[in-house]
Protein backbone atom coordinates (compact mmCIF):
# COMPACT_ATOMS: atom_id res chain seq x y z
CA UNK A 1 0.00 0.00 0.00
CA UNK A 2 1.90 2.89 -1.18
CA UNK A 3 0.43 5.54 1.19
CA UNK A 4 2.44 8.68 0.82
CA UNK A 5 3.55 8.66 -3.22
CA UNK A 6 6.52 8.23 -5.18
CA UNK A 7 8.95 9.77 -2.64
CA UNK A 8 7.69 8.15 0.36
CA UNK A 9 11.03 7.28 1.70
CA UNK A 10 11.63 11.29 1.92
CA UNK A 11 8.31 11.80 3.04
CA UNK A 12 8.73 9.05 5.92
CA UNK A 13 11.86 10.24 7.34
CA UNK A 14 10.67 13.85 7.22
CA UNK A 15 7.50 12.96 9.50
CA UNK A 16 10.67 11.56 11.88
CA UNK A 17 12.29 14.44 11.68
CA UNK A 18 9.45 16.52 12.40
CA UNK A 19 8.38 14.35 15.43
CA UNK A 20 5.00 13.58 13.48
CA UNK A 21 2.65 11.17 15.44
CA UNK A 22 1.44 9.20 12.40
CA UNK A 23 5.21 8.53 11.07
CA UNK A 24 5.55 5.21 13.21
CA UNK A 25 2.03 4.09 11.90
CA UNK A 26 2.57 4.99 8.53
CA UNK A 27 6.39 3.28 8.42
CA UNK A 28 4.62 0.33 9.53
CA UNK A 29 1.81 0.20 7.15
CA UNK A 30 4.01 0.98 4.29
CA UNK A 31 6.74 -1.58 5.63
CA UNK A 32 5.35 -4.45 7.52
CA UNK A 33 4.56 -7.19 5.04
CA UNK A 34 7.61 -6.80 3.43
CA UNK A 35 9.62 -7.05 6.51
CA UNK A 36 7.10 -10.01 7.73
CA UNK A 37 8.18 -11.45 4.09
CA UNK A 38 12.20 -11.36 4.96
CA UNK A 39 12.09 -12.11 8.54
CA UNK A 40 9.95 -15.58 7.75
CA UNK A 41 12.84 -16.34 5.02
CA UNK A 42 15.31 -16.55 7.74
CA UNK A 43 12.79 -18.04 11.01
CA UNK A 44 10.07 -20.65 9.87
CA UNK A 45 8.13 -20.64 13.20
CA UNK A 46 5.49 -17.63 13.23
CA UNK A 47 5.62 -17.12 16.96
CA UNK A 48 9.18 -16.76 16.62
CA UNK A 49 8.54 -14.22 13.38
CA UNK A 50 6.49 -11.82 15.52
CA UNK A 51 9.05 -11.80 18.27
CA UNK A 52 11.58 -10.68 16.07
CA UNK A 53 9.83 -8.52 14.16
CA UNK A 54 9.00 -6.86 17.26
CA UNK A 55 12.05 -6.39 18.10
CA UNK A 56 13.17 -5.53 14.45
CA UNK A 57 10.34 -2.72 14.98
CA UNK A 58 11.98 -1.67 18.49
CA UNK A 59 15.22 -1.34 17.12
CA UNK A 60 13.83 0.84 13.78
CA UNK A 61 11.92 3.33 15.55
CA UNK A 62 14.50 3.80 18.24
CA UNK A 63 17.51 4.27 15.87
CA UNK A 64 15.43 6.14 12.77
CA UNK A 65 17.35 9.20 13.67
CA UNK A 66 20.42 7.94 12.74
CA UNK A 67 19.04 7.07 9.01
CA UNK A 68 20.42 9.03 6.58
CA UNK A 69 18.55 9.16 3.53
CA UNK A 70 20.73 8.50 0.35
CA UNK A 71 18.29 7.63 -2.75
CA UNK A 72 15.31 5.48 -3.88
CA UNK A 73 15.11 2.10 -1.67
CA UNK A 74 17.71 3.41 0.59
CA UNK A 75 15.19 2.90 3.39
CA UNK A 76 13.77 0.10 2.24
CA UNK A 77 17.41 -1.68 2.42
CA UNK A 78 18.30 -0.12 5.92
CA UNK A 79 14.79 -1.85 7.01
CA UNK A 80 15.46 -5.52 5.57
CA UNK A 81 18.98 -5.05 6.54
CA UNK A 82 17.66 -4.79 10.49
CA UNK A 83 15.02 -7.36 10.26
CA UNK A 84 17.81 -9.91 8.81
CA UNK A 85 20.34 -9.04 11.45
CA UNK A 86 17.59 -9.36 14.35
CA UNK A 87 16.51 -13.03 12.54
CA UNK A 88 20.50 -14.28 12.36
CA UNK A 89 20.87 -12.62 16.32
CA UNK A 90 17.95 -14.76 17.27
CA UNK A 91 19.05 -17.86 15.24
CA UNK A 92 22.39 -17.62 17.26
CA UNK A 93 21.11 -16.89 20.75
CA UNK A 94 18.62 -19.65 20.68
CA UNK A 95 20.98 -22.20 19.11
CA UNK A 96 19.08 -22.97 16.07
CA UNK A 97 21.75 -21.73 13.89
CA UNK A 98 24.67 -24.02 14.41
CA UNK A 99 26.34 -23.84 10.53
CA UNK A 100 29.77 -25.07 11.77
CA UNK A 101 27.58 -28.63 13.36
CA UNK A 102 25.86 -28.74 9.88
CA UNK A 103 29.17 -28.06 8.01
CA UNK A 104 30.44 -31.43 9.66
CA UNK A 105 27.66 -34.00 9.11
CA UNK A 106 28.10 -36.21 5.69
CA UNK A 107 25.56 -35.49 3.46
CA UNK A 108 23.11 -38.65 2.88
CA UNK A 109 23.06 -40.80 -0.28
CA UNK A 110 20.03 -39.29 -1.25
CA UNK A 111 21.17 -35.41 -1.96
CA UNK A 112 24.76 -37.47 -3.72
CA UNK A 113 22.63 -38.81 -6.07
CA UNK A 114 20.82 -35.26 -7.62
CA UNK A 115 24.25 -33.94 -9.25
CA UNK A 116 24.58 -30.01 -9.86
CA UNK A 117 24.75 -30.27 -13.73
CA UNK A 118 20.72 -31.55 -13.55
CA UNK A 119 18.74 -29.16 -11.83
CA UNK A 120 15.10 -29.23 -11.60
CA UNK A 121 13.01 -27.05 -13.38
CA UNK A 122 11.88 -24.79 -10.56
CA UNK A 123 8.75 -23.52 -13.42
CA UNK A 124 7.14 -26.08 -12.60
CA UNK A 125 6.65 -24.95 -9.01
CA UNK A 126 4.67 -22.28 -7.69
CA UNK A 127 6.14 -19.38 -5.51
CA UNK A 128 4.32 -20.53 -2.35
CA UNK A 129 5.25 -24.15 -2.74
CA UNK A 130 8.90 -23.16 -3.32
CA UNK A 131 9.16 -20.86 -0.29
CA UNK A 132 7.63 -24.12 2.03
CA UNK A 133 10.39 -26.45 0.19
CA UNK A 134 13.45 -23.29 1.27
CA UNK A 135 11.53 -23.09 4.56
CA UNK A 136 11.88 -26.47 5.81
CA UNK A 137 15.68 -26.67 4.84
CA UNK A 138 18.01 -27.15 8.15
CA UNK A 139 18.36 -23.25 9.83
CA UNK A 140 21.92 -23.50 8.64
CA UNK A 141 21.29 -24.39 5.04
CA UNK A 142 18.22 -22.06 4.99
CA UNK A 143 19.88 -19.03 6.33
CA UNK A 144 23.40 -19.22 3.89
CA UNK A 145 21.18 -19.59 0.82
CA UNK A 146 19.25 -16.76 1.21
CA UNK A 147 22.18 -14.31 2.31
CA UNK A 148 23.66 -15.51 -0.45
CA UNK A 149 21.21 -15.97 -3.44
CA UNK A 150 18.41 -13.50 -2.26
CA UNK A 151 20.16 -10.88 -0.23
CA UNK A 152 23.48 -10.98 -2.93
CA UNK A 153 26.46 -11.04 0.07
CA UNK A 154 29.57 -12.98 -0.71
CA UNK A 155 31.05 -15.97 1.14
CA UNK A 156 33.27 -13.74 3.18
CA UNK A 157 30.45 -11.45 4.19
CA UNK A 158 28.21 -14.34 5.42
CA UNK A 159 31.16 -15.32 6.67
CA UNK A 160 31.51 -12.39 8.81
CA UNK A 161 28.20 -12.13 9.78
CA UNK A 162 27.56 -16.03 11.20
CA UNK A 163 31.26 -15.96 12.85
CA UNK A 164 32.28 -19.22 10.14
CA UNK A 165 34.81 -19.73 7.57
CA UNK A 166 33.91 -18.77 3.72
CA UNK A 167 34.60 -21.99 2.87
CA UNK A 168 31.69 -23.18 5.33
CA UNK A 169 29.46 -20.95 3.78
CA UNK A 170 30.65 -22.12 0.34
CA UNK A 171 29.95 -26.01 1.79
CA UNK A 172 26.74 -24.80 3.57
CA UNK A 173 25.39 -23.19 -0.01
CA UNK A 174 26.21 -26.68 -2.04
CA UNK A 175 24.55 -29.02 0.45
CA UNK A 176 21.28 -26.67 0.58
CA UNK A 177 21.35 -26.26 -3.36
CA UNK A 178 21.23 -30.10 -2.88
CA UNK A 179 18.71 -30.69 -0.84
CA UNK A 180 16.32 -28.01 -2.23
CA UNK A 181 16.57 -29.70 -5.46
CA UNK A 182 16.10 -32.93 -4.13
CA UNK A 183 12.89 -31.64 -2.34
CA UNK A 184 11.75 -29.99 -5.46
CA UNK A 185 12.16 -33.45 -7.47
CA UNK A 186 10.17 -35.28 -4.87
CA UNK A 187 7.66 -32.76 -4.96
CA UNK A 188 7.42 -32.83 -8.78
CA UNK A 189 7.43 -36.47 -8.62
CA UNK A 190 4.31 -36.79 -6.52
CA UNK A 191 2.70 -33.95 -8.34
CA UNK A 192 3.45 -35.88 -11.26
CA UNK A 193 1.38 -39.06 -9.62
CA UNK A 194 -1.83 -36.83 -8.80
Not at 81 to 102: G, H, P
Not at 157 to 163: K, N, R, V, W
Request: aromatic share 8%; with cysteine.
Amino acid sequence: MKILGENREQRLIQLFRRGDATAMDRLYTEYADYLTGVCFRYIADDDNVNDVLQESFIKIFTQIHSFEYRDKGSLKAWLRRIVINESLRFLRTSNSLDVKRLDLEEPDMASNMLVADDPPDTGLVDTDTLASLIASLPPGYRTVLNLYVIDGLSHKEIASQLGIKPDTSASQLHKAKQMLARMIKEYQDKSDKI
